[in-house]
């Protein structure tokens, strides 16, 4: 088998070294390539016991480079790194919302493409208690990617794929548009799952406000969470319906905590407002 040189541009942060870590381990796959330039990130790849590569050299060598900086900075920093790829290369971004900004640079002669984690599901059985108490992904917990292609060659994007897939120590890898995994996140698992997840958190703070045991409230709030989302996504065998009691909840909920127009989320031109906002929230759009 053929090594792939893989370099990954801020392998010293917090993603970088999420996605460094597991290929510095396929020695026999990869030739992998540190890039870093912040005195704690180099700290923190040399306390790996790993070392640091000159962007230079990394950058004529790499067949696939991991461009793990804030979405915030690929604007700026891809500007400066993508005219310095040799043609052919595969340019693989952490988070869709750049592209479907168009904030990141691109070339004609080289592929780029986007790869994000879905992290480990509770619906999925872990193999061990420690892939279980694995939130993440990639130390152990089983979990599954999404990736697209922005342009360029197919030949390319499949090494990037499986790059990606043993990056993140992925069991599949969905391929779909840029926009679709802009639509999964911010859409999907901020706007709305991490909205409302945040405002369950806030619930249990005022149970146990209210004289309520705080352990009672988490154990019995997750109960009926992951029993709901089993039995709305269809994981309960048979389908059973929710008592019409709780859908009469549902419906006041959509009242009282939800907006009555709240799935707008999903309109186009929302989509692009909030992520030019969150890339730019000194210049909110929404």
Known sequence: MNEISVAVIGAGGKMGTRTSRNLAKLT?????MLVENAPKGIESIHERGLEVTPIEEAIEK????VFAVPDTLI???SAIYVPMLKPGTGFLILDPAAAVAKELSLRDDCTFGVAHPCHPSFLLEQDTPEARADRFGGDGGKQDIVMSKICGEDNVFAKMQETARDMYAAEHAYVM???QIAFLEPTLVELLGATCLYAMAETVDEAE?????RDAAVSFLVGHIYNLTCNFLGYIPGKPPVSDACKVAIGLGNRLVMREDWKKIWDDDVLHKVIKTMLHPEQPQI
């Open 28 to 32: 026999d796959k990869y030739n992998l």
């Open 62 to 65: 790499a067949e696939v480079v």
């Open 75 to 77: 604007e700026k920093l």
């Open 177 to 179: 548009t840029s926009e």
């Open 209 to 213: 406000r209210r004289g309520i045991n």
